[in-house]
């Protein structure tokens, strides 16, 4: 079926906001209008503090920090939706939910480089399968496997200490 859009939202997308406005002088609906809803920032991270040579990396962090992303999810994400399932209790349910907004945009490096904050933040433009610039759909973005999709495996069923075995690569690449 297809998707309504809010005039809201259509007005959004009419006017390319992203395209002159800085992530700071957003307001809300254009800030929560970004996400792209792929849910890699669902999926656990290993993170590493000693310097290892390895292509996995989204970010070097502080103190020579490695992030790594794994495709373990979080247990409310629902993998054929790709969506949270707990979406306006999130921050209370899952503590360590990371919420990005105007004042934590620090954390914008433990996103994936294809993140709608994060590029707009390294002055990148939004990708081509980004759904603002496909009439609001999600359906390029799933066919250019750049959500997490159908792809994920349940922290449900994974131990803590094994997440360095489910260390892939597929959330950093970008297809533009
Ligand atoms: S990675 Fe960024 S764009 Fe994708 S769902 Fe998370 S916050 Fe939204
Ligand atoms: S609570 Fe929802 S938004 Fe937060 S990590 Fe879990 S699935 Fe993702």
């Given at each position: 079926m297809a998707k309504i859009l809010s005039p809201n939202y259509q007005s959004l997308i009419d006017s390319k906001y992203w395209e002159n406005t800085s992530l700071s002088d957003m307001d809300a609906q254009q800030w929560e209008a970004?996400?792209?809803?792929?849910?890699?920032?669902?999926l656990h991270k290993v993170i590493d503090d000693d310097a290892v040579e390895t292509p996995h990396y989204t970010h070097e962090g502080e103190a020579g920090e490695t992030v790594y992303f794994t495709q373990v999810a979080c247990q409310y994400l629902h993998d054929k939706q790709c969506?949270?399932?707990?979406?306006?209790t999130r921050t209370q349910k899952v503590p360590h939910c990371v919420k990005l907004t105007q004042d934590n945009?620090?954390?914008?490096?433990?996103?994936?480089?294809?993140c709608a904050y994060r590029r707009l933040h390294e002055n990148k433009p939004l990708p081509s399968w980004h759904p603002l610039l496909n009439k609001g759909k999600k359906s390029k973005m799933h066919q250019l496997d750049m959500s997490v999709r159908g792809k994920t495996i349940s922290?449900?069923?994974?131990f803590e200490e094994d997440l360095p075995e489910h260390i892939v690569i597929w959330p950093l690449e970008i297809a533009d």
């Open positions: 970004l996400c792209d809803g792929c849910a890699k920032c669902c969506g949270c399932t707990v979406y306006t945009l620090d954390a914008v490096f433990y996103m994936p480089p294809s922290e449900e069923n994974v």
